[in-house]
């Protein structure tokens, strides 16, 4: 009987069942989660909700603004936006195909182009193109404060687009190349006609973030010294705000920058998954 029971005794214990890794997951969510409506209770709670009414969204403050918020401030950030967005496409692809050549100061030219301007501050290029009356006296570029927009946008986009364009032709498959050069067609042709169209469809999703990018920086065209007829969104409502001493123009303004940035990111994950699918 004793050595039964000391068997018993000494069989190995059954392992006890803990929490599955999915269980400990949602508990961690949960915990989460709970803990995030907590925090949005009390700082609801602690809020003053008139105060902040009247001093971010207050309509009578905002209509002072309208129409030049649209007319004005949006236009010509469209006008900054798009025009420097089409310079650096231009260089960017040009800077892409020197990258590409079999000509070696090309490829060092464009080498040093991208690591200097993708190296330096958006910021510093407008202020360096803002100074350039005093090295070159009398000089002034074509479209005034627009055309200096044009520049600086668009220099700074070229050394990133460059790049893209760059990652784009490469992974066009080499045989497309090698059949239009079999069928007697010249190299730049063949580029121009074949390869380039499709590194630009590759490319479109980087592309399109690009333009975004660019339509934010487009703020920084301020420091080129504006006047009330060429100010962008992020001055307006800066203007606007100091104005009324009230920060709901710079929410209006922000609200603004959304309606436009929110679609283009939607475009640009549509073209990312439609890449994807095709992959």
Known sequence: MSAVSEQQDTSPAEPRKGLSPRKKQRISRGVQYAVLVVVLVVLAALADWAAIRQSFFNLDVARQGLPDLFTVALRNTVIYTVSGFVLGFVLGLVLALMRL??????????????????????????????????????????????????????????????????????AVPKGQMEAARSLGMPHMRAMVSIVIPQAIRIVLPPLTNQLVTLLKDSSLVLILGVTAAQVELAKFGNDQSSTHANPTPILATGLTYLLITIPLGYVARRLEARQGAHR
Do not use: D, H, K, T
Not at 114 to 124: D, H, K, Q, S
Not at 140 to 163: C, I
């Open 101 to 170: 050549s079999s000509v070696a100061p090309y490829r060092w030219v464009s080498a040093i182009y991208i690591e200097i301007f993708r190296g330096l501050p958006m910021l510093l290029i407008f202020l360096l193109i803002g100074s350039l009356p005093l090295a070159f006296p009398g000089f002034e570029l074509p479209g005034g404060v627009y055309g200096s927009a044009a520049l600086g946008l668009g220099v700074v986009s070229a050394a990133y687009m460059a790049e893209n364009f760059r990652a784009g032709i490469q």
